[in-house]
């Protein structure tokens, strides 16, 4: 199988990316990851280093030529790179789909259409950029109205990645959010023959306001300022 799988990841805030990265690398789809932002503490140089010793190609700077782009970090080095080059799908752990549209959320989300999203607050300069852009095939969310499930654990869905979590120490009701969007963007492009654990909906995210890392974001059916994307909704 063809290495065409670019991976954005942000390895100073905790193992999620790390964990991702090297799922991506052991179905022999990643090409490479590129840091996004550059490590700054020492636990992310670590986990840098971690990827290497397996193989892993580690970069800041997004290579040329690039079809797939799967993303557990900020939006930035997309954003550039999207000014002048076209890629065919992004796939994103971020956004949120809330009680507008859900018929079943989350205990912790009901009531709320609108929530602050980690990836997508990294550089919302960025991420608005990015949701306007046209450079862009297909934009694939798996966002916090599921990826927060009790089901998205070692104890749930991931058993069969037991050795790979525990090589990490993570803890078996740790949500996997990242691993999560990588499964379901590999199975989206045809790169991994599984069945999908998600329900799909088309929707354009929309936010309240730019404000920073405190930016809420939502998704709606109607107009806004934003593509359409394919958001997850719901489990099977």
Not at 55 to 74: D, L, N, Q
Not at 180 to 190: M, S, T, V, W
Request: proline residues 3%; aromatic residues 8%.
């Amino acid at each position: 199988m063809k290495k065409e799988v670019i991976y954005i990841a942000e390895l100073d805030a905790d193992v999620d990316d790390v964990i991702a990265a090297e799922y991506l690398h052991r179905k022999g789809v990643l090409k490479e990851v590129v840091c996004d932002p550059t490590p700054r503490t020492a636990e992310g140089r670590e986990r840098k280093r971690q990827l290497e010793e397996i193989g892993v190609k580690v970069s800041e700077r997004m290579p040329t030529v690039t079809k797939y782009v799967f993303v557990g970090g900020a939006l930035t080095e997309i954003a550039r790179h999207l000014i002048n080059h076209k890629i065919e799908y992004l796939v994103m752990n971020g956004g949120f789909v809330g009680c507008n549209i859900v018929k079943n959320p989350l205990e912790k989300f009901k009531g709320k259409q609108v929530v602050r999203t980690f990836n997508f607050n990294c550089d919302v300069k960025a991420t608005d950029s990015v949701l306007k852009s046209k450079n862009i095939g297909t934009v694939l969310l798996v966002g916090k109205n599921v990826c927060h499930s009790e089901k998205n654990t070692l104890n749930g869905i991931w058993a069969e990645e037991k050795e790979l979590l525990e090589k990490y120490h993570s803890k078996p009701t740790k949500r996997q959010h990242d691993m999560l969007a990588c499964r379901e963007g590999l199975i989206l492009i045809g790169l991994l023959a599984e069945q999908s654990y998600l329900k799909y909906k088309a929707v354009c995210p929309y936010n309240t306001g730019l404000k920073g890392n405190m930016t809420e974001w939502g998704s709606t059916i109607d107009e806004s300022p934003y593509r359409i994307v394919l958001a997850a909704v719901d489990w099977k």
